[in-house]
Each structure stands twice: as C-alpha cells, then as structure tokens.
C-alpha cells in the first residue's frame, strides 16, 4: 500500500516563507513523477508545481507561483519538497502531493491529475494578512 505523508503546512504572514515536504512509502520512488496540488476553499484542486524522476531533473510550475515556489526531491529519502516564498493571500490552499510511478515527463500530462494514481491526506497552508 503507498502512503504519502504531506507535513510543513501552517500559518504564516503574507510575504513569509514555509517549506512543504512528502515521504511517499513507494519503492519506486526514484523513478516516479512527483507532484503537488492545491485545493483552496471552495474551489477545485489545481496544479502547482511537478518534477522529473531525476534530481535536479525537469520541472513545471503554474503560473501563479512561478518566480516564488520550488519544487525539489531528495530521492535517497523518498521525499519531495515545495519550498514556497514570498507568500500571497490566494495561497491559501490545502496542499496535496501526488505520485505517478508510470509516468513519463510531459509538461502537460504532469499537471493533470488523472496521471496520478496515489495522493497524499493534505497539509493546511494559511496565509494572513
């Protein structure tokens, strides 16, 4: 059974900084595309930011944290993280991370949820004025 355990959410003031990070329990980890979602209040779960199977490998962002959210993985501890800067009030989300063992790099395919079969319970990221 794969887990994905999300932690590193909580509240911060707008401008602040919060690093999210997800241990999945799969060991095929290395060879998986990794993702994170958000889903504010409201609203549907939309893409965020996803990477290549290869550390230091390919990434894709959306649009709206492009210049202030980094997403990097750590393959020897089976863990993907979201370093997420300069924080908006819109950023308020719960944060899921996704993986797709079978996926192959797309810049599009790996913003589309469809592709990711195991999902993570989420982490609460509150952003306050």
């Known amino acids: 059974q794969v887990q994905l355990v999300e932690s590193g959410g909580g509240l911060v003031q707008a401008e602040g900084s919060l690093r999210l990070s997800c241990v999945a329990s799969?060991?095929?980890?290395?060879?998986?595309?990794m993702a994170w979602f958000r889903q504010a209040s409201g609203k549907e779960r939309e893409f965020v930011a996803s990477?290549?199977?290869?550390?230091?490998?390919?990434?894709k962002l959306a649009d709206a944290v492009k210049g202030r959210f980094t997403i990097s993985r750590d393959n020897a501890k089976n863990t993907v993280y979201l370093q997420m800067n300069s924080l908006k009030l819109d950023d308020t989300a719960v944060y899921y991370c996704?993986?797709?063992?079978?996926?192959?790099?797309?810049?599009?395919?790996?913003?589309?949820?469809?592709?990711?079969?195991?999902w993570g319970q989420g982490t609460q990221v509150t952003v306050s004025s």
């Open positions: 996704a993986i797709s063992p079978g996926l192959g790099w797309s810049p599009v395919a790996v913003t589309q949820e469809v592709h990711y079969p195991y």
């Open positions: 799969l060991r095929t980890f290395s060879t998986s595309v």
């Open positions: 990477i290549s199977q290869q550390r230091g490998g390919d990434t």
